[in-house]
């Protein structure tokens, strides 16, 4: 599903934030992407989603190399990839509803069917209640269920997420890893960066861990 | 198709509903774009209207033929038989008599006329050629200035001939101002959109990152500057259509005083139609160059 052979990749600054990687994700697997701050998690997420471009090496996502992709087919790739940001990027100008709504626009869906899957998908993550309120109006857990609702919209293959229990208290973090565990026992391939070592106690999930840039584990 | 169609109507609805979310942008921009429209709309409407009076204006364009004061009957019959063989329209023969009969009847000329010892006119033709262009005229009139006993040949064509010029400059001068008025509302165009997508900022770069293609990004903003320059064109002409209605009185007065009616053509169906698709174009033109400009930093 998702494979690295000596994946690097430097700024343009410079710094190089990967090193020499390789691993392999098979379809349906559960990988947490952990280390210390700065030791390129985000980094190894925005090559996976293809925000960032790899600088040597390939990495291969549903079968496409992302190092040899024309700009063009980008946001194809992007579309069967569910992805859960570090800040979320929600949209405060319209409903929680119309927030999980957008990716189904982008792919095009008639409106009466989007809206059908865009309630289906909060009624997933518990918010169905919240349709109409606007993303400011939620709490902090609230949001991040939010984000995973429109991440997961779009039936993707794979579910990305970088620190998604980030700034939450512990219940709220154990709410949205529950989350993330349903979606893997559907059979959803989930990959999430994390520094929060008590997930890995709990789940016991395979483990890609980065030491500034390098692979340890 | 169906995925093609219902994204085509759902930009279109979110142009709608950017139009509307902010109404006084929107009232300033249309009323910019449609007095933009309106100088070179009226002036559109305006040459029309001249264009058909000089057409119309009948017994303007004739020649009249003077002959010799000595001319016979003889000399006359065959300045008919040359004017029917050259088949160039009416024409009207003036016995001197029947001149000097008119003259007779003017109050203000009876008493010189009565007071001359013998009938000091020529007999005369009134021609009125089919073909009433200039040149046309022009080479009549030489012509006819060649035939036997004809003493001097009028063109009554003068003023035709200056209306004419003035028609080329005021056509030219037209396009100017429409060129002009058109890249200004490209420039409104480029602005307001440049402005939408700075608002929009946040749902672009999201979009962006959760699979949007270019297309999906761009159409929206296509659809509001073609839709702000089609309504800015429907402003314009009901304006040129307010303006006429304020000149129908004056000049019906006034083409009544030259004994004449004549009324301004209000622009019809396909005008409007035509103006607003201007406008529309206009617009889809200004929003595709601000896009383009502006998407840049969002790569
Ligand atoms: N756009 C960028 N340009 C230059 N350097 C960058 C850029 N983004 C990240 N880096 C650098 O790359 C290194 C890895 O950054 P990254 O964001 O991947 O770390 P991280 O593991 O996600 O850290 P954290 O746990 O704090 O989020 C850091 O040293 C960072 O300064
Ligand atoms: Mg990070």
């Not at chain 1, 691993?23 to 280390?35: N, R």
Request: hydrophobic share 50%; proline share 4%.
């Amino acid at each position: 599903m998702i494979v690295a052979s000596n994946l690097s990749k430097r700024y343009p600054g410079g710094y190089e934030a990967l090193k020499d990687i390789s691993f392999e994700i098979s379809a349906g697997q559960m990988v947490f992407i952990t280390g210390h701050s700065g030791a390129g998690k985000s980094t190894l997420v925005k090559l996976i989603a293809s925000i960032e471009r790899p600088t040597a090496g390939s990495l291969v996502v549903n079968g496409q190399n992302l190092s040899a992709l024309r700009r063009s087919a980008i946001p194809y790739v992007r579309r069967h990839l569910g992805m859960v940001f570090q800040d979320q990027k929600l949209l405060f100008d319209r409903s929680a509803l119309d927030n999980v709504l957008l990716p189904l626009q982008i792919a095009g869906l008639p409106r009466r069917e989007a809206i059908r899957r865009a309630s289906a998908a909060l009624d997933k993550v518990g918010l169905l209640a919240r349709e109409k309120a606007n993303p400011i109006a939620l709490s902090g857990g609230e949001q991040q269920r939010l984000a995973i609702a429109r991440a997961v919209v779009n039936r993707p293959t794979v579910l990305l997420a970088d620190e998604p229990t980030g700034n939450l208290d512990s219940d709220s973090a154990a709410d949205i890893l529950e989350i993330f565990a349903e979606f893997h026992q559907v059979g959803v391939t989930v990959v999430v960066a994390t520094h929060d070592q008590s997930w890995i106690e709990r789940y016991h999930p395979n483990v890609l861990r980065l030491d500034h840039g390098r692979l340890v584990a | 198709m169906n995925a093609w169609f219902s994204q085509h109507r759902a930009a279109l609805a979110s142009a709608f509903r950017r139009l509307w979310s902010t109404p006084l942008n929107t009232v300033l921009s249309l009323l910019v774009i449609g007095i933009a429209l309106t100088l070179p709309g009226f002036g559109y409407v305006l040459l029309d209207n001249l264009r058909d009076l000089g057409n119309n204006a009948s017994g303007v364009q004739q020649i009249s033929l003077f002959m010799n004061l000595d001319a016979d009957k003889k000399d006359i019959g065959e300045i008919e038989n040359r004017l029917k063989q050259a088949a160039t329209g009416k024409w009207r023969f003036v016995p001197k008599e029947e001149a000097l009969k008119r003259m007779q009847a003017s109050e203000d000329m009876a008493e010189i006329v009565a007071s001359l010892p013998r009938n000091p006119l020529p007999d005369a033709f009134i021609v009125e050629p089919t073909n009433s262009e200039p040149e046309a005229l022009e080479i009549l009139r030489k012509e006819i200035a060649g035939w036997p006993k004809v003493a001097h040949v009028q063109l009554d064509s003068a003023w035709v001939k200056r209306f004419d010029a003035f028609l080329k400059l005021a056509k030219l001068a037209l396009w100017m101002l429409a060129g002009i008025f058109a890249a200004g509302l490209v420039a409104v165009t480029f602005n307001t959109i440049r402005l939408q997508v700075l608002a929009q900022a946040a749902e672009i770069e999201v979009a962006r990152m959760i699979g949007a293609t270019d297309a999906f990004i761009r159409r929206p903003f296509y659809y509001y500057g073609a839709l702000q320059g089609a309504l800015g064109g429907l402003l314009a002409a009901g304006l040129v259509f307010g303006a006429l209605t304020l000149l129908a009185e004056p000049v019906g007065e006034l083409a009544a005083l030259y004994g004449g009616s004549f009324s301004l053509r209000a622009p019809g169906a396909i005008e409007v139609a035509a103006l607003a698709a201007i406008g529309a174009f206009l617009g889809w033109l200004g929003a595709q160059l601000s896009v383009s400009l502006s998407l840049r930093k969002f790569d």
